[in-house]
T-cell receptor
């Protein structure tokens, strides 16, 4: 079974802090994604990566950056956390292409005070 | 560009009743269609997917979905709902041939009454 793990289930940070969310997948998938999920808005894509060191902006990249130094690991960085970044963050991976099944991690619920 | 509409934000059913969750998509070519389920506090899990062939697709947990090209729909059904089916359900459409990003609907929240 594919496993996608996220470094934290719950995180509380203060405004202005730099926040790192890490995601690791164990199935040699090419693609990795970071989504943000808010009530009534569904899943919104922040960034995705289709290869090591490659990244593409999604729909809402402002205030976020990403890093993919190794194929299995995709990190989301909040450079200076703000209260409007309080949300559920979901990481996903897929083999390749938009026709493939995505495998999701359990999510990180981030609260920024 | 592809898009997905889930017209129902919330659906309430009684345990044992049948269920149909609606999904309409917009895509110019043959779509790749998915239904995912998200239990409270969890990530999304694939229920079923349609790529080609038989338009009635069977999935896990007793769910099925039917692809209707003429209606641009991919509705999810279950003949008898269990309390454990209470969750958020997402329909998604993907594209073959180079597009990496599937498009998700906004989700339908299923509430099950005992």
């Amino acid at each position: 079974d594919v496993k996608v793990t996220q470094s934290s289930r719950y995180l509380v940070k203060r405004t202005g802090e730099k926040v790192f969310l890490e995601c690791v997948q164990d199935m040699d998938h090419e693609n990795m994604f970071w989504y943000r999920q808010d009530p009534g808005l569904g899943l919104r894509l922040i960034y995705f990566s289709y290869d090591v060191k490659m990244k593409e902006k999604g729909d809402i990249p402002e205030g976020y950056s990403v890093s993919r130094e190794k194929k299995e690991r995709f990190s989301l960085i909040l450079e200076s956390a703000s209260t409007n970044q309080t949300s559920m963050y979901l990481c996903a991976s897929s083999l390749s292409g938009g026709a493939e099944t995505q495998y999701f991690g359990p999510g990180t619920r981030l609260l920024v005070l | 560009a592809q898009s997905v509409t889930q017209p129902d934000i919330h659906i309430t059913v009684s345990e044992g009743a049948s269920l149909e969750l609606r999904c309409n998509y917009s895509y110019g070519a043959t779509p790749y269609l998915f239904w995912y389920v998200q239990s409270p506090g969890q990530g999304l899990q694939l229920l079923l997917k349609y790529f080609s062939g038989d338009t009635l697709v069977q999935g896990i947990k007793g769910f099925e979905a039917e692809f209707k090209r003429s209606q641009s729909s991919f509705n999810l059904r279950k003949p008898s709902v269990h309390w454990s089916d209470a969750a958020e359900y997402f329909c998604a459409v993907g594209a073959a041939g180079g597009s990496y990003i599937p498009t998700f609907g906004r989700g339908t929240s299923l509430i099950v009454h005992p």
